[in-house]
């Protein structure tokens, strides 16, 4: 996001699409530890040391280091329990993968209540369903 110099949207989007020879990168490298540290922290006992060395790498991550500039720069994180763990990993998921498409996704699999969300999208568009008899039902929200 920069500055848009108008007070009646005063910041505008600029993302990794800012020209179109700009790189789009598939997948951030936080996102990567932060799918490692989610993995430890499910794991069946739960790995909460690696865990936690995972999560840590996103929270201090310093802008100049990350190839995208993507970096928080905060203290580590303390010893968490199981949950507060998963917490601050979906926390650091919706920060650091921000308007990437992934927010849905992560809400379901974290368990997060349906009020959290600003909106609820039917998963078929309607052109398809009145089209074709075989298109299944809408989950429940």
């Known amino acids: 996001m920069a500055p848009s110099g108008s007070t009646a949207a005063p910041f505008v989007m600029q993302g ?6 700009t790189g ?4 951030l490298p936080g996102e990567i530890m932060l799918i490692k540290a989610e993995a430890y922290a499910r794991m069946n006992p739960p790995d909460l040391a690696n865990a ?13 280091s990350d190839p995208f500039g993507v970096g928080a720069g905060l203290p ?11 917490e601050e990993i979906y926390r650091q998921r ?4 921000y308007m990437s498409g992934l927010k849905l996704e992560d809400m379901r699999r974290f368990g997060r209540p349906n009020a959290e969300r600003t909106r609820n ?9 009145d089209n074709n008899p075989n298109t299944p039902d809408d989950p429940g929200f």
């Open 94 to 97: 919706s920060i650091e993968l």
């Open 76 to 86: 580590p994180v303390a010893a968490l329990t199981q949950a507060q763990i998963l």
């Open 24 to 27: 789009f990168p598939i997948y």
């Open 52 to 64: 936690l060395i995972e999560l840590n790498k996103v929270v201090t991550k310093q802008p100049a």
């Open 16 to 21: 990794f699409a800012g020209s179109t020879t």
């Open 121 to 129: 999208l039917l998963p078929y568009p309607f052109g398809e369903r």
